[in-house]
C-alpha cells in the first residue's frame, strides 16, 4: 500500500490526491447574479446532494491565490440565492468554457451562447439549455481558510419535458446523460450504466 500522513503534506498535493481520486463528482453550473444584475456562471465540481428533508444541496468554491472571492461566492455570500444546473453531455463545451476568467461586467451566458430563463422563485435565472435546474436560497455557510461550503436550500426544480414522470416520481434514465469531472483535466460519461440487485433487474436504467 502507498500510506500518506496529510499532515506531512501541502495543501496542493492534498487537493491533487483528493481530486483524483474522489470521483467522478456531479458538475454544477451555477448561476447568480451581482450587485448590478449581470448574471455570472460557473462550473463547480465539489458538489453534491446532502438530504431531502429539507432539500438541501452542497456547494463548495475555493478561495483565489489572492484571497479574493471567485465571483459565484461573492454573489451568493450578498445575494443568498443562486441556481445549479446539472451539466449533461450536449452542455458540456459551453459549461468548461464558462470556466474562463471573464471581467464581472461580463455575463458568461452571453459569451458562451447560453440563454436566461426566469427562475419561479429566486432572482437569478435558470440556463435554458440545461437538463435540471435547482433554485436555491443560501441555507448555511461553512468557511475554511481555503473554502466557502454554500449549503443551498431548494425552492423549486425545473426539469427538460420528457425527462420526470411526475405520476411515479422516477427519472427517465435512458434519456438522461449527465457528465462527471474525473482526474485532472478529465471529464466522464455515465452510458456505461449496470444494475446490481433484483429490485432492478427488470427494468435497470428507467429506474429513479
Not at 481520486?21 to 458538475?27: A, C, E, K, M, T
Not at 449581470?38 to 462550473?43: F, G, I, L, T, Y
Not at 457528465?179 to 432492478?200: M, Q
Request: net charge negative; charged share 20%.
Amino acid at each position: 500500500m502507498t500510506e500518506v500522513d496529510f499532515s506531512q503534506i501541502t495543501a496542493y498535493q492534498r487537493y491533487k490526491l483528493m481530486a483524483s481520486l474522489i470521483v467522478p463528482r456531479p458538475i454544477a453550473l451555477v448561476t447568480s447574479l451581482n450587485a448590478a444584475g449581470v448574471v455570472n456562471a460557473a462550473p463547480f465540481s465539489m458538489f453534491n446532494m446532502l438530504g431531502e428533508d429539507p432539500p438541501v444541496v452542497m456547494l463548495s468554491i475555493n478561495r483565489l491565490q489572492d484571497g479574493q472571492l471567485k465571483d459565484t461566492a461573492a454573489n451568493i455570500l450578498s445575494q443568498r440565492e443562486f441556481v445549479v444546473h446539472m451539466t449533461d453531455e450536449p452542455l458540456a463545451a459551453q459549461m468548461h468554457a464558462c470556466g474562463q476568467a471573464f471581467p464581472a461586467s461580463v455575463s458568461e451566458l452571453d459569451a458562451v451562447g447560453l440563454h436566461a430563463a426566469p427562475s419561479h422563485t429566486v432572482r437569478p435565472p435558470r440556463i435554458a439549455e440545461a437538463p435540471v435546474a435547482f433554485e436555491c436560497v443560501l441555507h448555511e455557510t461553512l468557511e475554511t481558510p481555503s473554502r466557502y461550503v454554500f449549503i443551498g436550500r431548494v425552492l423549486w426544480m425545473s426539469a427538460r419535458d420528457g425527462l420526470i414522470d411526475t405520476e411515479k416520481w422516477r427519472v427517465h434514465l435512458q434519456d438522461y446523460h449527465p457528465v462527471g469531472r474525473f482526474g485532472a483535466s478529465f471529464y466522464t460519461r455515465c452510458r456505461d450504466r449496470f444494475a446490481i440487485g433484483d429490485d432492478t433487474a427488470h427494468n435497470p436504467i428507467d429506474t429513479l
